[in-house]
């Protein structure tokens, strides 16, 4: 037998369970609520601090820890960025020409969402800039658009502005 006071979200249930013990539903659901908040919250405390398995996730890596594998294609020249032998990313160079730049390679790249600051984009643009059959090399971006702003800024890349463009355009030419 179970007494219920009010509607909706807020009613209140008093009754006896089938073991005959007196409880009172909203308390339940509430002590239910609060405590998976609370763990939710213990969950999200390690995995925003970047804690998974006892490994720090948000780390600066070095340099001789990312690796780039060299992708096949005939549309472009393009690499896949590993860690620990694990995919995290790409950059790949689009062939082009126009009256500005002449014959020139247009970048684009990317690095998942947990895997950023960690400079694992600036270091394997580095490699992959080494690495390229290319010797000039242009991004665009948006303006608002910091974080490949610093990367490529970090890699030796300078910003131009061209006219009737409303993007953000950095180049970069390779010492031959």
Same mark, same amino acid.
């Given at each position: +037998?179970? %007494? ?11 009754? #006896? ?6 409880? &009172?539903? %909203?308390?339940?659901? =509430? ?12 969950? /999200?405390? &390690? =995995? ?17 820890? %990312? =690796?780039?594998?060299? +992708? ?8 896949? %960025? ?8 790409? @950059?790949?160079?689009?062939?082009? $020409?126009? &009256? ?18 960690? #400079? @694992?984009?600036? $270091?394997? /643009? ?6 390229? @059959?290319?010797? =000039? ?7 608002? &658009? ?18 009737? /463009?409303?993007? /953000?355009? +950095? ?6």
């Amino acid at each position: +037998m179970s %007494i219920k006071i009010g509607s909706g979200k807020n009613a209140l249930t008093i009754g #006896h369970s089938l073991k005959g013990k007196v409880h &009172n539903s %909203i308390e339940e659901k =509430t002590s239910r609520v609060t405590k998976k908040s609370r763990d939710n919250k213990i969950a /999200l405390s &390690n =995995t925003s601090q970047g804690e998974k398995g006892g490994q720090n996730l948000r780390r600066p890596l070095l340099e001789s820890q %990312i =690796t780039i594998e060299k +992708m096949t294609s005939k549309k472009f020249e393009g690499w896949r %960025i590993k860690l620990d032998s694990k995919s995290c990313g790409w @950059i790949k160079f689009f062939p082009n $020409f126009d &009256n500005y730049f002449k014959d020139h390679a247009t970048i684009d790249f990317a690095v998942p969402q947990p895997q950023r600051g960690r #400079h @694992i984009g600036r $270091f394997a /643009l580095k490699k992959a800039l080494d690495a390229s @059959i290319y010797l =000039t090399f242009v991004a665009y971006l948006r303006k608002g &658009n910091f974080a490949s702003k610093k990367v490529l800024s970090a890699v030796g890349f300078q910003e131009t502005s061209l006219p009737k /463009l409303k993007q /953000l355009c +950095m180049f970069f030419k390779k010492e031959s």
